[in-house]
């Protein structure tokens, strides 16, 4: 076997979201922030993202993330996120997935019943509290940067679709979001295809008609993803909701073409936004829990812990939680004889 590249990985989800963990294998990446060496990563070292997320190594709803240095002296590990399409600044369930393999792989010691650690992500510094029991990691907290709305009850048009009211907001990611029942859509994984059709209709219409830049990183735009909600269904659960994650570029021309992948978990970013919309409108309050599920069921519980202010926006500092779980490790390797040493997305399924 010939290989000019070895990774090592751990493969875990957070409440059903895949967030593939890598360990080893990755080349120095410069930086005096893991912004940058995120930034360093997408200049100079994105095949990396391309071999492990696309086929045969990966599939479209898998994240991928790469531990790396912390260049912050407060932070215990830092770490960098990669999707189909971006680097995200900040993602909650691979965050989830970080965590439980850091501590149940010994890479940072694990303190039962409690751990707590600083993590350094793309988007800033997060406090963690995992609760620990026999070796595993039974719930990870951790301590968000400040959410905020930037748009509320915008109407944007639509091509094929009209008028659509929308809000825009920030957890971590910009995300455009919109409630279900105006287009008669049922928020429900069977319908998971009509609902990434319309989620991506809305995102490259919102970020046309109403593009954001984040006020302390104007690196950062938006809106690059999509929460598509509705009302709750399941008793204890506060709200529902389905994000949709870019694959490609969305085509007018063909919106019958799948351009997204629902993610599986409930989003912890996309948790966080709605909790800063819904504070704006004055409908979550200061020390509430929010309970927001996902396609599958899956829950993540969110609380916002203090107010702030970023830029000219109002904003809230949430807290988020969830489980994780891994389900294997791996070694990928590159063949320089392999006709596809990045990978592949075949339209099938890629769109």
């Known amino acids: 076997m010939q290989v000019t590249r070895m990774i090592t990985a751990v493969e875990a989800h957070a409440e059903g979201e895949p967030g593939r963990v890598i360990t080893g294998g990755m080349p120095h990446m410069p930086g005096n922030t893991v912004f940058e060496k995120m930034q360093w990563m997408q200049d100079h070292a994105d095949d990396i993202r391309l ?126 979001l919109a409630q279900a029942d105006q287009f008669g859509l049922e928020v429900a994984p069977e319908n998971g295809a009509r609902i990434v059709q319309l989620s991506e209709a809305l995102r490259a219409a919102c970020a046309e008609q109403l593009p954001v830049v984040h006020p302390e990183n104007p690196a950062i735009t938006g809106p690059t993803i999509t929460n598509l909600y509705a009302d709750p269904i399941a008793p204890g659960t506060d709200g529902l909701g389905a994000i949709t994650v870019s694959t490609g570029d969305y085509d007018p021309e063909r919106p019958e073409a799948l351009t997204g992948i629902l993610d599986r978990s409930p989003c912890g970013t996309g948790t966080c936004a709605k909790m800063a919309l819904l504070h704006a409108k004055g409908l979550l309050e200061l020390g509430q829990d929010y309970v927001n599920a996902g396609p599958m069921g899956t829950t993540f519980t969110g609380r916002i812990v203090e107010t702030a202010q970023v830029g000219p926006y109002p904003a809230i500092v949430p807290t988020l939680s969830g489980q994780g779980w891994i389900y294997g490790t791996a070694n990928w390797t590159r063949d320089p004889s392999d006709p596809f040493p990045n990978g592949y997305t075949i339209g099938d399924i890629w769109g």
């Open 51 to 176: 071999m492990m997320l696309r086929e045969p190594r990966g599939h479209p709803a898998l994240c991928c993330n790469v531990l790396v240095p912390p260049c912050d002296p407060r932070a215990d590990a830092g770490f960098i996120i990669m999707e189909q399409t971006e680097y995200p600044p900040m993602s909650g369930s691979n965050t989830i997935c970080v965590v439980t393999v850091l501590l149940e792989t010994g890479i940072l010691p694990m303190v039962e019943p409690v751990t707590k650690l600083t993590l350094e992500s793309p988007a800033g510094l997060l406090q963690v509290t995992a609760t620990c029991q026999d070796g595993k990691v039974t719930r990870v907290e951790f301590r968000n940067v400040p959410a905020f709305a930037v748009h509320l009850d915008a109407v944007i048009e639509v091509p094929g679709l009209g008028r659509a009211v929308v809000d825009v907001a920030w957890g971590g990611m910009f995300f455009v």
